[in-house]
């Protein structure tokens, strides 16, 4: 499915979004794992929503750049 100028617009503009939002979430985890005190249970929830941002950024790469056949 190509994707409009619109869509392609808006898809281009949740990826940048996306991508810092886990560039932002990988470091609360570092942090995160650096304390003694670390909370197991908020650590498990922020690497549960960096792999579902991991998983809707391949998505939004894969609308924008279809793979071509050779």
Do not use: T
């Not at 003694?36 to 998983?55: I, P, T, Y």
């Amino acid at each position: 499915m190509r994707l409009n100028e619109e869509e392609e617009r808006a898809a281009r503009l949740e990826l940048a979004q996306l991508r810092l939002e886990h560039r932002d979430l990988d470091a609360a985890i570092e942090a995160l794992s650096a304390k003694a005190s670390a909370d197991s249970l908020q650590l498990q929830r922020l690497k549960k929503r960096k792999l579902a941002l991991k998983d809707r950024i391949g998505f939004l790469e894969d609308q924008l750049l279809p793979d071509i056949i050779a």
